[in-house]
């Protein structure tokens, strides 16, 4: 998998502009960069080593920092430079995965949990914002639309069944008759309006986080990609180009992006590319039509077509995927046709940007969390719900290793399935899996 991780980097090296080191996007462009931290250098100790940047990594590293912990946080490139400073920013309820699969896979008492653990999850996200001050435009309530008749029925039962047994009553079903309550949008036949769920700008987030993380004392170090990690019985020692790092525990968060770089956990994950556009901003009555409760926004099909606006009016739209090592020549030709299927009073509206980002899904959509031979830890796979549970595997494994988590050993044990074939085949068979679904979107009701 390194051909990937390295094709992925050249590639936005070559489609966008850098600024900061960061490729361009609305999120880059409308977000208070911080100063470059400085690589990691010669030899050094730590109680931990994160390795990755995102909210995952910074998660872990501030609640630890917060512990009284010395910890580094190794991160390849910029904080927040991968799928943490590019995504939806859709701050969704539960697990990606509905609560009747989860009652199917796991049992009742453990979806339990794990609906507990998502809504958790959300409140986590509102706290660190609020104790940290974390200016990133948070607002609230979700709305996911059937895009197909045959996605109406399960989408209603799911609404019922967590109204009647999780009690959870800020969820709520929309028939066809009324959706032009909640947007302009052509195509749906029916909607669910979750005020439980938030929102918010994910760069600003992530250096937020980033920001907190050095106040609490974490050490962050940028353009430090690891290289080599050797695991002993009672340490690790983590290696750049230009350090040497000795830390008890090894914290690995690196998602779509880890490539090969610790191949006991990399089929656990397959990386895929998804695409946004940022249109130029909206005048008043259009931002009020497409969007009139400012909610966050989403479909049923596979590849999901998500979006919101942005503070000043812009919809932030996002829809389709590759599966492959290459972006889209032009990702807003690529991404445009999903966005004027729904809304095709926006045919003239410019698109001022369009970016893509790489995320990490597991076969079950459920995290993958872990710990390797006493001294590795993990968490990937947030499978396009990352924003909440990302912050949250973050903070289960810095409880885990301050003292014990039970809510760690609950997502640690769940049964997760590697993706088949090895290195080599795996990608070509989730290809194929991948596209069959994808094609299914575009066939009838
Ligand atoms: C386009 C897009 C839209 C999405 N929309 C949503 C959404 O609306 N809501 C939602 O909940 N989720 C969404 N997601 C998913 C969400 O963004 C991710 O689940 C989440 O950001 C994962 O965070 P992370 O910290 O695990 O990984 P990342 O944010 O990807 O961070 C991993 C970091 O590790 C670094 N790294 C990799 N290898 C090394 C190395 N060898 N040494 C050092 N550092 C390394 C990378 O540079 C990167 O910064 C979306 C993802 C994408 C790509």
Same mark, same amino acid.
């Given at each position: 998998?390194v051909w990937h991780?390295?094709?992925?980097?050249?590639?936005?090296?070559?489609?966008?502009?850098?600024?900061?080191?960061?490729?361009?996007?609305?999120?880059?462009?409308?977000?208070?960069?911080?100063?470059?931290?400085?690589?990691?250098?010669?030899?050094?100790?730590?109680?931990?080593?994160?390795?990755?940047?995102?909210?995952?990594?910074?998660?872990?590293?501030?609640?630890?920092?917060?512990?009284?912990?010395?910890?580094?946080?190794?991160?390849?490139?910029?904080?927040?430079?991968?799928?943490?400073?590019?995504?939806?920013?859709?701050?969704?309820?539960?697990?990606?995965?509905?609560?009747?699969?989860?009652?199917?896979?796991?049992?009742?008492?453990?979806?339990?949990?794990?609906?507990?653990?998502?809504? &958790?999850? #959300?409140?986590?996200?509102?706290?660190?914002?609020?104790?940290?001050?974390? &200016?990133?435009?948070?607002?609230?309530?979700?709305?996911?639309?059937?895009?197909?008749?045959?996605?109406?029925?399960?989408?209603?039962?799911?609404?019922?069944?967590?109204?009647?047994?999780?009690?959870?009553?800020?969820?709520?079903?929309?028939?066809?008759?009324?959706?032009?309550?909640?947007?302009?949008?052509?195509?749906?036949? +029916?909607?669910?309006?979750?005020?439980?769920?938030?929102?918010?700008?994910?760069?600003?987030?992530?250096?937020?986080?980033?920001?907190?993380?050095?106040?609490?004392?974490?050490? #962050?170090?940028?353009?430090?990609?690891?290289?080599?990690?050797?695991?002993?019985?009672?340490?690790?020692?983590?290696?750049?180009?230009?350090?040497?790092?000795?830390?008890?525990?090894?914290?690995?968060?690196?998602?779509?992006?880890?490539?090969?770089?610790?191949?006991?956990?990399? %089929?656990?994950?397959?990386?895929?590319?998804?695409?946004?556009?940022?249109?130029?901003?909206l005048d008043e009555a259009?931002?009020?039509?497409?969007?009139?409760?400012?909610?966050?926004?989403?479909?049923?099909?596979?590849?999901?077509? +998500?979006?919101?606006?942005?503070?000043?009016?812009?919809?932030?739209?996002?829809?389709?995927?590759? +599966?492959?090592?290459?972006?889209?020549?032009?990702?807003?030709?690529?991404?445009?046709?999903?966005?004027?299927?729904?809304?095709?009073?926006?045919?003239?509206?410019?698109?001022?940007?369009?970016?893509?980002?790489?995320?990490?899904?597991?076969?079950?959509?459920?995290?993958?969390?872990?710990?390797?031979?006493?001294?590795?830890?993990?968490?990937?796979?947030? %499978?396009?719900?990352?924003?909440?549970?990302?912050?949250?595997?973050?903070?289960?494994?810095? %409880?885990?290793? &301050?003292?014990?988590?039970?809510?760690?050993?609950?997502? %640690?044990?769940?049964?997760?399935?590697?993706?088949?074939?090895?290195?080599?085949?795996?990608?070509?068979?989730?290809?194929?899996?991948?596209?069959?679904?994808?094609?299914?979107?575009?066939?009838?009701?």
């Amino acid at each position: 998998m390194v051909w990937h991780f390295a094709a992925i980097k050249r590639h936005n090296c070559i489609m966008s502009k850098f600024e900061n080191s960061y490729p361009s996007s609305w999120y880059v462009a409308s977000s208070p960069i911080l100063a470059e931290q400085p690589a990691a250098r010669g030899e050094m100790s730590f109680d931990v080593c994160v390795v990755g940047g995102g909210y995952a990594g910074l998660s872990c590293a501030l609640h630890l920092a917060k512990t009284g912990k010395s910890v580094a946080v190794l991160e390849a490139e910029r904080v927040g430079w991968g799928a943490s400073g590019r995504n939806g920013g859709h701050v969704g309820t539960g697990q990606r995965a509905d609560q009747h699969s989860l009652e199917k896979w796991y049992g009742k008492p453990t979806a339990r949990e794990l609906w507990r653990m998502g809504l &958790d999850a #959300v409140d986590l996200v509102s706290d660190l914002i609020k104790e940290h001050e974390i &200016d990133c435009e948070l607002g609230k309530t979700n709305i996911h639309f059937a895009a197909k008749k045959s996605h109406v029925n399960e989408l209603r039962n799911e609404v019922d069944h967590l109204r009647t047994e999780y009690g959870y009553d800020l969820i709520r079903g929309v028939e066809s008759s009324s959706l032009e309550e909640l947007t302009s949008g052509k195509g749906f036949h +029916y909607g669910v309006v979750d005020h439980g769920a938030r929102h918010l700008h994910p760069l600003k987030y992530c250096l937020g986080l980033a920001k907190a993380t050095m106040a609490a004392g974490a050490s #962050v170090f940028e353009t430090s990609r690891v290289k080599n990690i050797v695991t002993r019985n009672d340490h690790a020692v983590v290696s750049t180009d230009k350090a040497t790092i000795r830390a008890h525990k090894v914290v690995l968060t690196c998602n779509g992006y880890l490539g090969n770089l610790f191949p006991p956990i990399a %089929s656990n994950i397959m990386p895929i590319n998804n695409f946004i556009v940022a249109t130029e901003p909206l005048d008043e009555a259009t931002a009020r039509r497409v969007n009139p409760l400012n909610a966050s926004l989403s479909d049923s099909l596979f590849v999901i077509n +998500y979006w919101k606006l942005s503070a000043d009016r812009r919809l932030i739209f996002g829809g389709g995927e590759t +599966y492959s090592d290459k972006f889209p020549d032009s990702i807003r030709d690529f991404v445009r046709p999903k966005l004027l299927a729904i809304y095709p009073e926006l045919s003239d509206t410019r698109l001022d940007y369009g970016w893509g980002g790489t995320l990490a899904i597991t076969r079950n959509r459920m995290p993958d969390l872990g710990l390797h031979k006493g001294v590795v830890y993990y968490a990937q796979g947030f %499978s396009g719900h990352g924003v909440p549970t990302a912050t949250m595997a973050g903070k289960l494994i810095a %409880s885990a290793i &301050d003292s014990a988590s039970d809510d760690f050993d609950l997502m %640690s044990g769940l049964r997760t399935l590697k993706f088949p074939g090895g290195p080599l085949l795996r990608r070509p068979s989730l290809v194929a899996g991948m596209l069959f679904y994808s094609l299914r979107d575009r066939l009838g009701q």
